[in-house]
């Protein structure tokens, strides 16, 4: 077994990219953006060219052709400064447009990656309905085949960008009877697609990230919209799942470093009882838990995306040990960051409550990964499934 713990050149080179253009472009702006709710305008264009957007895509489709390491790596380097437009790149890049890439044909590829690529084309994904969450299968939106088109009605809720998104990909009941045997994926254009709307929804956190209710009204689209086959819509949704869950663990890593570093400044430089507050042992006790966390939590999730990078379709899905480990990866970072995310506010005192330190910012967005891409409680019925499956045979 080779075990090299270390970032490559190319990989320190992303790393470091993406943190200055983070802290020069976007810290400037956070706490006023996150304030207003709105997200940094021309913020696809900025990730456009720092390679972000088609990091795991082929040249051919304007991508770096790199890994899931490295996705996950551009992910935490954002969440650094804003886990939640850490988020909104994921959801666009990841859970969109990867998931599209895996199942299109070529030519629909050739014409909306590229465009995804430069920033052009923003991204949603539509699986949560309002009485559909973590039992996505029983799903009510349905699409009806007349003639050569599909007509879809139904909702979506709390869909990440989809306020702003010129692309959608989302599931729909094809063969209701057939339950979670009946679902397909499809695609299609919100701004220009009649029948289409969306309301915005607000939130305490995860500020800055558009989140919206998506309606379906008798909206009409040409038959090539479903993609991924009819039918065959559960297979596209969990192998997706695997690498939503992988990289968008980079999210809560990059809050939890955040939070330790601004600790670690903090509790040097405050004084109490006239000596640095980090002099106590209460506080090192929280600074030496915060370290060991976010260290066993990168291990988690850099090893799952390693491991996704190993396999020829680079895929997961139910009954593959990606699930697990995926699963396990935001599970244990989920959980952990939202920990670390109120020790950081415990040591910052009433000034981490305020939004001078930002530490209150990085909690409040990192709770909701205790719930997004399927709830704690979700994936840890998922590892479980998958250890009994095997007996843990593989030993991954
Ligand atoms: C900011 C934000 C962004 C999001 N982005 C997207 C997006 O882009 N696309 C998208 O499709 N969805 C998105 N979601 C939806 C998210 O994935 C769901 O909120 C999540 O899957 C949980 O569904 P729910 O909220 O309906 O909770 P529910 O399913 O109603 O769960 C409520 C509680 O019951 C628990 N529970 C439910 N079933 C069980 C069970 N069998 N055993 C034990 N406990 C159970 C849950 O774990 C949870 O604690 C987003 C959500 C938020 C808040």
Redesign the pocket.
């Known amino acids: 077994m080779a075990l090299n713990f270390n970032f490559t050149e190319e990989q320190k080179m992303l790393e470091d990219s993406v943190y200055k253009w983070a802290v020069t472009w976007l810290e400037p702006q956070m706490e006023h953006a996150y304030e207003l709710d709105v997200m940094p305008e021309g913020l696809f264009k900025e990730t456009a060219n720092l390679g972000i957007n088609g990091i795991v895509f082929e040249e051919k489709y304007g991508g770096a052709a790199m890994g899931y390491v490295e996705t996950l790596l551009a992910y935490e380097t954002i969440a650094r400064v804003s886990n939640a437009l850490s988020?909104t790149v994921g959801?666009s890049q990841t859970?969109c447009f990867d998931n599209f890439r895996r199942n299109a044909t070529e030519k629909q590829k050739l014409d909306v990656l590229p465009k995804s690529c430069t920033g052009e084309y923003i991204g949603?994904?539509?699986?949560?309905e309002?009485n559909?969450?973590?039992?996505?299968m029983s799903m009510a939106t349905k699409a009806v085949k007349k003639g050569d088109k599909w007509i879809i009605n139904g909702s979506?809720?709390?869909?990440?960008?989809?306020p702003l998104a010129d692309f959608m990909v989302f599931y729909a009941k094809t063969d209701p009877e057939k339950g979670p045997h009946g679902i397909s994926t499809f695609m299609c254009y919100p701004k220009k697609q009649k029948g289409w709307s969306v309301e915005k929804?607000k939130?305490w956190?995860?500020r800055t990230?558009p989140?919206g209710l998506v309606t379906f009204e008798d909206m009409e689209l040409p038959e090539e919209y479903l993609i991924g086959g009819l039918n065959k819509g559960v297979a596209v949704l969990t192998s997706g799942l695997c690498t939503e869950r992988i990289t968008l663990s980079g999210c809560t890593l990059g809050s939890m470093r955040s939070c330790l570093e601004l600790s670690l400044k903090y509790s040097q430089e405050r004084v109490q009882f006239g000596k640095p507050i980090a002099s106590f042992q209460s506080i090192q006790e929280k600074l030496a838990n915060m370290y060991c966390g976010y260290k066993a939590s990168r291990w988690m999730a850099y090893s799952a995306a390693a491991y996704c990078d190993t396999l020829t379709n680079k895929s997961g899905g139910k009954g593959t040990d990606l699930d697990r480990m995926a699963a396990a990866s935001l599970l244990y970072c989920g959980e952990v960051g939202t920990k670390i995310g109120l020790d950081a506010i415990q040591i910052h005192g009433g000034y981490g409550y305020c939004t001078e330190y930002g530490v209150t910012r990085h909690f409040l967005d990192q709770k909701?990964w205790e719930?997004?891409?399927?709830?704690?409680?979700?994936r840890r019925?998922i590892i479980a499934r998958e250890l009994m499956r095997d007996n843990f045979k593989s030993g991954m």
């Open positions: 988020m959801a859970l949603c994904l539509g699986i949560t309002p559909a969450g973590s039992d996505a979506k809720i709390f869909i990440t960008n989809g929804i939130k956190g995860m990230s989140t909701l719930i997004g891409a399927g709830t704690s409680e979700i019925m």
